[in-house]
């Protein structure tokens, strides 16, 4: 089978334990990525295709619909690339996420069946005004490029069906979180919630000796140039008594940040899951495997969004009771320290995530996105 990712951390880590789980089952995974993430990849056992990106590629965008139009363009780029690579070796089965739509189109090709694979939410009832900003699909710049490209390359279903109603889906994310589950368009969905594995190649961390609790903060690997943010938390938690786990990116210099206490971290990166089994809080972007993966460890949340699909996520944590919206332009250093006082205390938020938790945990993970995919052999492939 074929793997067909974007190069986003958000995007990938969240793939890596279902190939290692794959892999181990004797399934033979060739997984389509750019160069920097072959080191994840390969040590989940999968074989390396690689395909090339711009620089501009690799820049997140906040806009969602400029995301998606960036996507695309990188999409219909690399499609001859990956045909080439894979011309000798068709694979059985095609696994891409929404935003490597280009695995999609092999699949049609290739005539084989395909299973998207969800790192968020799954397009529901309004997702594209909500979220992406605009009224149709026809309003994202691009998208009557790829309507004339879709016959060429075999396939012959509507863009809006091939994009928002996939025929299986695999959600990384239980069902609770789901925006309005109910109207989600996919035909078939497995909520397998997060699937956590190895991630030995990120590093360690380990605990402070002193006892003090530990809060975690972290914007994620994407919008991480916030030294207005990462200056608020330290005034917020320099004297609260607890241990600060702080990750700032590569794009701020430590030293531009003013003295740091000696009860903080101050790290370009950690391994995350290192940190969370330990942590009381987690002050996040609110990235959806960030957010999954805090909740697979009992931890709540200050989510802070950087961009619209955190705020969708930031307001599901509400909802739900599992934490607290703190907007990024009301990031004061009272606020940060009244919301995670409110998360380590209020005890309807240790109900929310608790019950999360367990929902996370009956999901299956791994295991059961690797049986969904296992049951897709016996689909119907596309025609």
Same mark, same amino acid.
């Given at each position: 089978?074929?793997?067909?990712?974007?190069?986003?951390?958000?995007?990938?880590?969240?793939?890596?334990?279902?190939?290692?789980?794959?892999?181990?089952?004797?399934?033979?995974?060739?997984?389509?990525?750019?160069?920097?993430?072959?080191?994840?990849?390969?040590?989940?056992?999968?074989?390396?295709?690689?395909?090339?990106?711009?620089?501009?590629?690799?820049?997140?965008?906040?806009?969602?619909?400029?995301?998606?139009?960036?996507?695309?363009?990188?999409?219909?780029?690399?499609?001859?690339?990956?045909?080439?690579?894979?011309?000798? /070796?068709? #694979?059985?089965?095609?696994?891409?996420? &929404?935003?490597?739509?280009?695995?999609?189109?092999?699949?049609?090709?290739?005539? +084989?069946?395909?299973?998207?694979?969800?790192?968020?939410?799954?397009?529901?009832?309004?997702?594209?005004?909500?979220?992406?900003?605009?009224?149709?699909?026809?309003?994202? @710049?691009?998208? %009557?490029?790829?309507?004339?490209?879709?016959?060429?390359?075999?396939?012959?279903?509507?863009?809006?069906?091939?994009?928002?109603?996939?025929?299986?889906?695999?959600?990384?994310?239980?069902?609770?979180?789901?925006?309005?589950?109910?109207?989600?368009?996919?035909?078939?969905?497995?909520?397998?919630? @997060?699937? &956590?594995? /190895?991630?030995?190649?990120?590093?360690?961390?380990?605990?402070?000796? %002193?006892?003090?609790?530990?809060?975690?903060?972290?914007?994620?690997?994407?919008?991480?140039?916030?030294?207005?943010?990462?200056?608020?938390?330290?005034?917020?938690?320099?004297?609260?008594?607890?241990?600060?786990?702080?990750?700032? =990116?590569?794009?701020?210099?430590?030293?531009?940040?003013?003295?740091? #206490?000696?009860?903080?971290?101050?790290?370009?990166?950690?391994?995350?899951? /290192?940190?969370?089994?330990?942590?009381?809080?987690?002050?996040?972007?609110?990235?959806?495997?960030?957010?999954?993966?805090? &909740?697979?460890? =009992?931890?709540?949340?200050?989510?802070?969004?950087?961009?619209?699909?955190?705020?969708?996520?930031?307001?599901?944590?509400?909802?739900?009771?599992? =934490?607290?919206?703190?907007?990024?332009?009301?990031?004061? #250093?009272?606020?940060?320290?009244?919301?995670?006082?409110? +998360?380590?205390?209020?005890?309807?938020?240790?109900? =929310?995530?608790?019950?999360?938790?367990?929902?996370?945990?009956?999901?299956?993970?791994?295991?059961?996105?690797?049986?969904?995919?296992?049951?897709?052999?016996?689909?119907?492939?596309?025609?």
């Amino acid at each position: 089978m074929a793997v067909f990712n974007a190069p986003r951390h958000g995007h990938v880590n969240p793939t890596l334990a279902v190939v290692a789980e794959l892999v181990a089952r004797g399934h033979r995974v060739s997984y389509a990525i750019t160069e920097d993430f072959a080191p994840q990849v390969k040590a989940a056992g999968a074989d390396i295709v690689t395909y090339r990106v711009s620089h501009t590629a690799l820049e997140a965008a906040e806009d969602l619909a400029a995301g998606a139009t960036q996507a695309m363009q990188q999409n219909l780029r690399a499609l001859p690339e990956l045909m080439a690579a894979f011309a000798d /070796d068709t #694979p059985d089965l095609v696994l891409y996420d &929404l935003a490597a739509a280009g695995g999609r189109l092999l699949a049609a090709h290739w005539k +084989v069946p395909a299973i998207q694979l969800a790192p968020t939410h799954l397009p529901y009832e309004g997702i594209l005004p909500e979220l992406y900003g605009v009224p149709d699909l026809s309003c994202i @710049p691009g998208v %009557d490029i790829l309507r004339m490209v879709l016959p060429a390359r075999g396939v012959h279903e509507p863009l809006e069906e091939l994009l928002f109603a996939p025929r299986q889906a695999i959600a990384f994310f239980p069902r609770a979180f789901q925006r309005k589950p109910d109207t989600v368009t996919a035909g078939s969905v497995t909520y397998a919630g @997060p699937a &956590l594995g /190895d991630r030995s190649y990120q590093g360690n961390w380990e605990p402070p000796q %002193d006892g003090r609790p530990v809060l975690f903060v972290s914007l994620g690997s994407q919008f991480t140039c916030r030294p207005e943010f990462y200056r608020a938390c330290i005034e917020a938690f320099s004297d609260t008594g607890t241990h600060v786990v702080m990750s700032i =990116g590569h794009s701020v210099d430590p030293a531009d940040l003013g003295p740091v #206490p000696k009860t903080m971290e101050m790290h370009t990166r950690v391994p995350q899951l /290192d940190v969370l089994p330990h942590a009381a809080a987690f002050v996040t972007h609110g990235g959806m495997g960030s957010v999954m993966e805090a &909740l697979a460890h =009992g931890v709540p949340l200050v989510v802070v969004p950087q961009m619209t699909e955190q705020q969708a996520n930031a307001h599901q944590v509400e909802q739900l009771s599992l =934490g607290v919206h703190l907007p990024r332009e009301q990031a004061t #250093p009272q606020a940060l320290r009244d919301a995670v006082q409110r +998360v380590t205390t209020a005890p309807e938020i240790a109900r =929310g995530v608790a019950v999360l938790r367990q929902e996370i945990h009956e999901a299956g993970g791994a295991v059961a996105a690797a049986d969904a995919i296992e049951r897709a052999f016996t689909l119907e492939p596309p025609r």
